[in-house]
């Protein structure tokens, strides 16, 4: 694969993780949330090949797997056994009407990509725009565990912030050591696992949900 | 060299073309929705007889209604065919046409002429539906335009024009190579066209009675030959619409030259394009509920921030 | 006697607007010199002078097309109404002379004397109709932000002509070539607030939505559609000419001010106008909506203005601003005229309780949709024409700045097409509920046709609206003096390319191949195909017709069942609730059961951000203010005396060190 190609497709798909952030922003249902970051975390894998099969690289192939098989597959099927478990309400509750959730998101990119013009030299050849998708793709993923009441929602958008991070570490630097990548990705696995059983045990003892806890401040 | 005899020829050929193909494609679409509910549904050539029936019927007119009432269906065909000529369908011009229609805004313009025309008319029989639909139509239109205009926008800034025809011709080459900002714009242009088309989940086009309607609402008081010329200018529409993301976006296989083989590949490609665009209409369809029309605004809101987004890759 | 003097009044006026037009035709299309006047010296410390231009015969020219209109329109108007019409048609007289004036001063000082006599003469127009306490209201308000304005422009006035040693525009013109940048962008928004003021620009655009519908309509039209326009011809000579540096661009600032500004106007005012019922106020905030369109170009040109961008992009630009300042005066002159024609013969302007005008009143009908149509940009009308040309340049422009303001640029394109939707939303509305459908009220259903003169008046303008709109080619030859004075390149050369029927705009520089349209030829395309559908429309010959009421569900139809404007805007109202604040209140009057409902009574209204933001604010902060100082405020003469003292010494004391 030519390093031309290789920016080319690149490109493209931090048009598709930014068009995942922007459904995930605007979902009116946890299922599509949930479905959108995997669909995310799949082109995210998808772009850890890519920059595999260009640069050589074995460490991306692993780490482009593990992705895809933990974060497109594993958790969102851990994600949505706890919300058919817990029988939660499926919409999402914003805290802020999407629209100006949306609007904020818009802001940021014209922001990521505003300071991005500003860092000529970080910009390398084979990663194109990937420097400011990656910085939108984590601040919006912050923008939507702000905005959003469930704690699953949250959830998304850590997941999310972490694909940001992700990509925009491979696209950069053709990736983290792989002892690091591996250890991030358990983590995130690890806090989902403690999120998800957090709600159920919340739910089925209390029947509150994690929104609740606000009311417990003195 | 293009001559401006031929140039007309060319124009005229795609119009008649895009007229005739029209209802056809609303068939398709039907057959696609009838399928994938695992009926029979009718032939995918019922909008013909529809309109052909409709044409031989007597008229039945509101008593409040004044002369501009009758005009109205003709005036909306005439603005919407008027869109047909200003689309490359077949043939992509190398430089600007010696017969100058062919613009994205002006396209808009006379589309949005229609739906302004319809809206008035509905208004004039007197009744709570028409005046609901007209108000509701509108704010669909309003709503559609802004982001309409910035996807044509994101992609006009590549080419430096917003003429069609000249548009596709320029990306042409690029092909399906999209950037980001393409396949963003891409994005938004699908989601609009589900509204421009009148489309679930912004409207249903099967309801005639139900207060979900938007577009079918303005139609109640037109009969008989002049509901035909709506019918028509509607599926005009339709096809002009998914013509438009064709060109914007599937630029391939447009001929340069009249040569039997380029006119064949030509129009194969055309068939192809709108067929999948059709399919994806349907397929939308079949999947989706009816937004609450207070939700649609969400929905085309996420059609202007993905044209926005399209612009500022492109710009910044 | 006293209608022979109104008469004659009136035939004076469209003769001086009929010699003024061939005047500035006659400039604009010849290349002849400016034209240079000398008046007497009446001020010892002033020498005046008139100067006309190219700018100003373009403006002069805008007066007089709607002038004229109305001067013809006036009488029988003034007739129906008769509250002092002498008095009338001499503000009036005094109110188109004094425009002209202002677009024809040579100095600071003659523009100043002017300007004031314009807001005098419109303000004793707004409160002579008809004396009610709103109106009183309205002109008190008019007054207090004119005069805000003017106090702006004052500081910049005087403190160019300090500079520039006298008033004289030359004098002036060439001192502001020493000014730095600083000074130079303080002048320029010092203008622009004070000419802003009286242009209607968000958010000092408050008065003008209550003044202009309270004035006699035939002038409702010349302030909406003319005066301010001679708002804006200060801009653009302020802008363009009296601050601009000798050569380079102007600052990048005045570029976005203006654009932001521009963009804000635009949607805001058609965002109010949609929320009206009132057809006169309607058409005011619609003012609104047009001058910001006018300012997105004239903001856009600004920053292509002195090499930022190539010179045909800026010239494309301005004249787009420019010839829809002559589109708008058009559309808006005929409208308020309908309105005036509605009001005249049914007395009513709210449009919840009219209806149905268009059986009995044909000619107003359907000339007030041909306006309605070219104000919402829709083909083949002018409004169409001025928009797209704004849109190619924000388009091309865009292209060439790139970056923030290139962004900047297709936001304001998007959020121009949001605003002719709203409009065509808005004018569907306002025409559909005030012409058609049944008459709601028995003032309605009596309305008969206005007299010849009226539809006189406004068959001029439709002609305009339809003219400029088929053939805008001969239009942009009237723009080139214009274009080439403020900016270099001439109008008809950036976008007649074609001949004067096409319109094209293109960067050439760029490689990009030019953006062709011919609205001439969009218009015979649509009639050919009115034509074939019409064929089709006939249906088969013996094919029975008949007439049956409505479809209401099987209930007997009436006026109640009419959609109103109210319940037209409802959608808008909920979805940019967040702008609306709107407010409602139902009233329900049951019977002995809760399900029997004797009466419903619905208010609701929604607010306007900037007055009860910003106005309600400084409003409380100045009644405030005056409390405080009441308390010092004894009522005996000599501590005022005192006062006065304290402030001589202090002064003295302070210009004594300065």
Not at chain 1, 45 to 65: E, Q, Y
Not at chain 2, 303 to 313: E, Q, R, Y
Not at chain 3, 464 to 486: H, N
Request: hydrophobic share 60%.
């Amino acid at each position: 694969m030519t390093v031309e190609l290789a920016t080319r497709l690149i490109d493209v798909l931090g048009g598709l993780l930014l068009f995942t952030m922007l459904l995930i922003l605007a979902a009116g249902q946890v299922f599509r949330a949930i479905y959108a970051v995997a669909a995310q975390a799949a082109f995210l894998g998808v772009a850890g090949a890519v920059l595999a099969a260009a640069t050589g690289n074995v460490d991306l192939w692993v780490i482009a797997g593990i992705t895809v098989v933990a974060k497109a597959v594993l958790l969102p099927w851990l994600l949505i056994r706890v919300v058919r478990r817990v029988r939660i309400a499926r919409e999402i509750e914003p805290v802020i009407p999407v629209h100006l959730t949306l609007t904020i998101a818009a802001g940021i990119v014209v922001l990521a990509f505003h300071l991005n013009a500003s860092l000529g030299p970080v910009r390398q050849a084979i990663t194109g725009n990937a420097l400011p998708v990656g910085v939108t793709l984590i601040l919006i993923g912050v923008l939507v565990m702000a905005s959003r009441r469930k704690a699953l929602v949250q959830m998304v958008g850590l997941f999310a912030s972490e694909n940001g991070i992700f990509f925009t570490a491979m696209a950069v630097s053709q990736g983290m050591p792989l002892i690091i990548e591996i250890g991030v990705i358990l983590d995130v696995v690890l806090g989902a696992l403690v999120m998800g059983i957090l709600v159920l045990r919340v739910r089925s003892s209390v029947d509150a949900d994690i929104a609740d806890l606000e009311s417990l401040r003195g | 060299m293009e001559t401006t005899l031929t140039h007309v020829a060319r124009t005229a050929a795609q119009a008649a073309l895009l007229v005739a193909a029209a209802p056809l494609v609303t068939g398709l679409v039907q057959k696609l929705k009838a399928r994938l509910q695992c009926r029979r549904g009718a032939s995918v050539w019922q909008p013909y007889r529809d309109l052909a029936k409709l044409l031989r019927k007597g008229t039945v007119e509101a008593d409040t209604a004044s002369p501009f009432f009758r005009a109205v269906p003709v005036l909306v065909l005439a603005a919407t065919v008027a869109t047909t000529a200003m689309l490359p369908v077949l043939w992509a011009p190398a430089q600007p046409a010696a017969v100058p229609l062919g613009d994205a805004i002006l396209l808009v313009a006379l589309l949005a002429l229609a739906r302004f025309l319809l809206a008035v008319g509905a208004l004039d029989a007197g009744g709570a539906f028409g005046g609901m639909g007209a108000s509701r139509e509108m704010t669909v239109g309003l709503l559609v335009e802004p982001a309409l205009m910035l996807t044509v926008f994101s992609v006009a800034v590549s080419a430096g024009t917003t003429e069609v025809g000249l548009l596709a011709a320029r990306r042409a080459p690029l092909a399906l190579s999209w950037a980001a900002p393409d396949l963003l714009a891409l994005f938004a242009m699908l989601i609009l066209a589900l509204a421009e088309t009148g489309r679930i989940p912004v409207d249903n086009p099967d309801t005639h009675l139900e207060l979900t309607m938007l577009h079918e609402g303005m139609l109640l008081e037109h009969s008989g030959p002049g509901l035909a010329c709506i019918a028509l200018a509607t599926q005009v529409k339709q096809l002009v619409t998914l013509t438009l993301v064709a060109a914007l976006f599937l630029p391939v296989g447009l001929a340069s030259d009249s040569s039997p083989a380029s006119l064949a590949i030509a129009l194969g490609a055309f068939a192809a394009k709108v067929l999948a665009l059709a399919g994806f209409l349907g397929l939308v369809e079949s999947s989706y509920a009816k937004l609450r029309f207070f939700r649609v605004p969400h929905f085309l809101g996420l059609g202007l921030v993905c044209a926005f987004l399209a612009l500022a890759l492109r710009v910044l | 006697m006293a209608r022979a003097a109104v008469w004659l009044g009136h035939l004076v006026i469209v003769g001086a607007a009929a010699a003024a037009a061939v005047f500035a035709v006659a400039l604009l299309s010849g290349s002849s010199p400016a034209v240079h006047v000398a008046l007497p010296r009446f001020f010892p410390f002033a020498a005046m002078s008139l100067a006309v231009d190219g700018l100003s015969a373009f403006f002069l020219l805008v007066i007089a097309l709607v002038t004229a209109a109305a001067g013809v329109y006036g009488p029988s108007y003034l007739g129906a109404h008769a509250r002092g019409p002498a008095v009338q048609t001499l503000a009036l007289g005094a109110f188109v002379a004094s425009m002209a004036l202002v677009c024809c001063a040579g100095d600071l000082f003659t523009f100043l004397l002017a300007w004031e006599g314009m807001t005098l003469a419109s303000w004793t127009l707004v409160v002579s109709d008809t004396r009610s306490e709103e109106n009183a209201r309205a002109g008190l308000l008019y007054l207090v932000m004119a005069h805000a304005g003017t106090a702006a422009l004052l500081v910049a006035f005087l403190a160019l002509a300090e500079r520039a040693g006298g008033f004289d525009f030359p004098a002036v013109r060439a001192a502001a070539r020493g000014l730095d940048g600083p000074t130079r962008t303080a002048l320029f928004m010092l203008a622009l607030a004070g000419f802003g003021a009286k242009a209607g620009v968000v958010p000092l655009h408050v008065w003008l939505p209550k003044a202009h519908p309270a004035a006699p309509s035939h002038v409702s039209a010349l302030m909406s559609g003319v005066m301010l326009k001679v708002a804006a011809y200060g801009i653009f000579r302020f802008g363009f000419d009296l601050l601009a540096p000798a050569g380079g661009p102007l600052p990048a600032s005045w570029g976005w001010t203006v654009l932001l500004l521009g963009t804000a106007s635009a949607v805001i005012g058609v965002l109010l106008a949609l929320q009206q019922h009132d057809l006169k106020r309607l058409l005011a905030f619609h003012s609104v909506e047009n001058v910001g369109i006018i300012l997105i170009g004239a903001g856009l040109a600004m920053l292509l203005a002195g090499g930022r961008g190539p010179a045909a992009l800026a010239t494309l630009a301005l004249a787009a601003a420019l010839l829809h300042t002559l589109n708008h005066a058009a559309f808006k002159g005929l409208l308020f005229l309908g309105a005036g024609s509605v009001l005249a013969r049914s007395g009513l302007r709210n449009m919840e309780e009219l209806g149905g005008l268009a059986r009995h009143m044909p000619w107003t009908a359907w000339l007030f949709l041909l306006g309605a149509v070219a104000i919402s940009a829709l083909p083949p009308l002018n409004g169409f024409v001025s928009e797209w040309m704004t849109f190619q340049a924000l388009l091309l422009g865009g292209v060439r700045l790139g970056g923030a303001s290139g962004l900047l640029a297709g936001v304001a394109a998007s959020m121009l097409a949001l605003t002719g939707g709203l409009a065509a939303a808005c004018f569907a509305k306002a025409f559909g509920v005030t012409f058609l459908g049944r008459p709601r009220t028995a003032h309605a259903e009596h309305a008969t046709e206005s007299p010849a003169p009226m539809i006189a008046g406004m068959l001029l303008l439709a002609a305009a609206c339809v003219a400029l709109g088929l053939a805008p080619g001969w239009a942009m030859r009237l723009l080139d003096r214009p274009t080439a004075e403020l900016l270099v390149g001439a109008a008809s050369a950036a976008v007649t390319a074609r001949g004067p029927l096409v319109l094209s705009a293109g960067d050439a520089a760029a490689g990009a191949g030019p953006t062709e349209i011919s609205v001439t030829l969009a218009a015979a395309l649509l009639a050919l195909l009115a034509g074939l559908a019409a064929l089709l429309r006939r249906g088969r010959r013996d094919a029975p017709r008949r007439l049956a009421p409505t479809w209401t569900c099987g209930m007997t139809p009436t006026a109640r069942f009419d959609y109103t404007g109210t319940a037209f805007a409802k959608p808008l109202r909920l979805i940019f609730a967040a702008l609306y604040r709107p407010r409602r209140e139902i009233v329900k009057e049951t019977g002995p059961s809760p399900y029997v409902v004797r009466r419903l009574a619905y208010t609701g209204e929604v607010v306007d951000l900037a007055e009860t933001l910003l106005y309600a604010r400084v409003k409380r902060w100045v009644t405030a203010t005056s409390h405080g100082i009441r308390a010092y405020s004894t009522g005996r003469i000599h501590g005022y005396i005192a006062f006065v003292l304290v402030t001589l010494v202090v002064s003295l004391l302070l210009f004594a060190n300065g």
